[in-house]
């Protein structure tokens, strides 16, 4: 089983649409959990990390399950420029030889008008 | 937010050259620095672990003498891919990560690696 997997994807929604992206990930011990979006041919950015009481940013709410090893993002009324690759992305531990973050293969949405 | 810069952007080069990659964090002192791979619909890879002032630990399966990596001071890292060959091309990045049990890695812009 793959340390972090997510939905292959791709999606393409229309603008304004609601979109969620799910994630699994293998090792129960990890500490701290992400999301990323990478533009294509850049760099990964921080989207919003993600809290066991679920948190919301905006259009953006990021929900982790720790019982399930599952972590999701809904992204709503969806814009032009969400368009990009979601990463999954999970920390081991928290800090030290421990701290590493492991990478989902990510998820492309398209947004189109 | 913190800033962490690589040089060069884009490399081509020719096959059995050495290619030097830079990473610097600009307005931070990143004890820990990190580089990754990327190959084309592919996740990130970490491909070592660099602390300033020792010796960069690797992940499995990459070679310590083929990606030769320096952390030689709290806000420069690099890394050498030594006799470069066309499978060595791929989007190669750093991040920086602070101290203080800060849980937030910032990322450089990357470096395209093209071997020919």
């Known amino acids: 089983r793959k340390e972090v997997e997510q939905d292959p994807g791709p999606f393409n929604v229309p603008e304004g649409a609601t979109v969620a992206f799910n994630c699994t990930y293998s090792?129960?011990?990890?500490?701290?959990f992400f999301w990323y979006r990478q533009d294509c041919r850049k760099e990964p950015k921080l989207l919003m990390s993600v809290y066991s009481s679920g948190n919301e940013d905006g259009r953006f709410t990021a929900q982790l399950n720790r019982a399930s090893q599952y972590i999701s993002l809904l992204i709503r009324d969806s814009k032009l420029s969400d368009s990009a690759t979601y990463l999954c992305?999970?920390?081991?531990?928290?800090?030290?030889?421990?701290?590493?973050?492991?990478f989902g293969k990510g998820t492309l949405l398209t947004v189109n008008p | 937010g913190a800033v962490v810069s690589q040089h060069p952007s884009r490399v081509i080069c020719k096959s059995g050259t050495s290619v030097k990659i830079e990473c610097r964090s600009l307005d931070f002192q990143a004890t820990t620095m990190f580089w990754y791979r990327q190959f084309p619909k592919q996740s990130l890879m970490l491909m070592a672990t660099s602390n300033e002032g020792s010796k960069a630990t690797y992940e499995q399966g990459v070679e310590k003498d083929k990606f030769l990596i320096n952390h030689a001071s709290l806000t420069l890292s690099t890394l050498t891919v030594t006799s470069a060959h066309p499978e060595d091309s791929s989007f190669y990045i750093c991040s920086a990560r602070g101290g203080g049990g800060v849980d937030t890695q910032y990322f450089g812009p990357g470096t395209r690696l093209t071997v020919l």
């Open positions: 992305v999970v920390n081991r531990g928290s800090g030290g030889s421990n701290y590493k973050l492991t």
């Open positions: 090792n129960s011990a990890s500490q701290s």
